[in-house]
């Protein structure tokens, strides 16, 4: 059965940093590519970034573009979003998503696994 469960989210000030992970299992974590998804309250959902099975490469909405890094390290299963200079337009639920091949597709139809999702508050 496939699991993906996200770590790391919580309340931080304007500017802060915060990193976000994705443990990955059952599946062959390294033949997937991996990808970052986020909800903000009222709103729909939004694409924020991508990576695909070897790392190399990646994808990032404009709107973190500079700011946020994807990454993973597949001896440990294990997807990243590092979050530098967040503002307050960051505050959402962030969910890790699985696709189903090893480059990734922005559709939703391109993925069919997803964590719980973790929060994000983004305040003073």
């Known amino acids: 059965e496939v699991q993906l469960a996200e770590s790391g989210g919580g309340l931080v000030q304007p500017g802060g940093s915060l990193r976000l992970s994705c443990a990955a299992s059952?599946?062959?974590?390294?033949?997937?590519?991996m990808a970052w998804v986020r909800q903000a309250p009222g709103k729909g959902f939004e694409w924020v970034a991508a990576?695909?099975?070897?790392?190399?490469?990646?994808y990032y909405a404009d709107s973190v573009k500079g700011r946020f890094t994807i990454s993973r390290i597949n001896a440990n299963n294990t997807l990243y979003l590092q979050m530098n200079s967040l503002q307050t337009e960051d505050t959402a639920i962030y969910y890790c998503?699985?696709?189903?091949?090893?480059?990734?597709?922005?559709?939703?139809?391109?993925?069919?696994?997803w964590g719980q999702g973790t929060q994000v508050t983004v305040s003073s």
């Open positions: 998503a699985k696709d189903k091949g090893p480059k990734y597709g922005l559709k939703w139809e391109d993925f069919d696994n």
């Open positions: 059952g599946f062959i974590f390294n033949n997937y590519a």
């Open positions: 990576i695909n099975d070897g790392g190399y490469g990646k």
